[in-house]
Each structure stands twice: as C-alpha cells, then as structure tokens.
C-alpha cells in the first residue's frame, strides 16, 4: 500500500488544520493507520492511530482533546483533525499502516507516506 500526506501549512496559534492521507494500491482495509510527527531536531514521536476493523482511535496525551482521526473508507482516506494549535506542534507529519497487533511504536508500522509539514505561529 502507497501513502500520501497532505494538507501541511502555516498557521496562527489557536488555529485549525485538517490532514489527510490517501491509500493507493490496496485499501486501508486490515491496516491499523498512525500518525507520526517530527520536529527539527527531535525524535520521531507518535501522535493517533485508529485500528481496523473497529476503529478504536488512540492519542498522545499532548494532543488529546484538541485532535481527531478518523477513516472514510469509501475515500480511502485517513484524517487528522487539527484544532487549537501550539506552537509546539510544528512538525512534519507522516501517516503510515501497520497490520496484526496494533501497537504506537513507529517500528511497527510497514508502510509510510511522505510527511506534510505544519508550522504553527506563535
């Protein structure tokens, strides 16, 4: 399975982003998907994870509350909603697909996408 990470940008503080990744060549189908971010200078660190087949979502304490994924399975897709932004949260992120045992660690994880960067202002 390919994945693809989109919609990154420059945002205020406080303000709202919408990520999407798209599968092609299989459909997320039997595929748990994460989200993974990367800031200069840091290790790669998980962000959410929604599992297949019953959609349990999971979530970095930093981000829960103010973050939420979800599949749309007739678009393949997998969204990362974005709200009240930190500036601690600039990062390039990256989706990806595990299969078996869902777990959070990045190693886990099979397949990746290209990151989308997100820069929030302060």
């Known amino acids: 399975v390919q994945l693809q990470a989109s919609g990154g940008g420059l945002v205020q503080t406080g303000g709202s982003l919408r990520l999407s990744c798209a599968a092609s060549g299989r459909t997320f189908g039997d595929y748990h998907i994460g989200w993974f971010r990367q800031a200069p200078g840091k290790e790669r660190e998980f962000v959410a994870a929604i599992t297949w087949p019953f959609h349990f979502t999971h979530y970095s304490p930093s981000v829960k509350g103010r973050f939420t994924i979800s599949r749309d399975i007739a678009k393949n897709t997998v969204y990362l909603q974005m709200n009240s932004l930190k500036p601690d949260d600039t990062a390039d992120y990256c989706c990806?697909?595990?299969?078996?045992?869902?777990?959070?660690?990045?190693?886990?994880?099979?397949?990746w996408g290209q990151g989308t960067l997100v820069t929030v202002s302060s």
């Open positions: 990806a697909a595990q299969d078996g045992t869902y777990s959070s660690s990045p190693s886990k994880y099979a397949y």
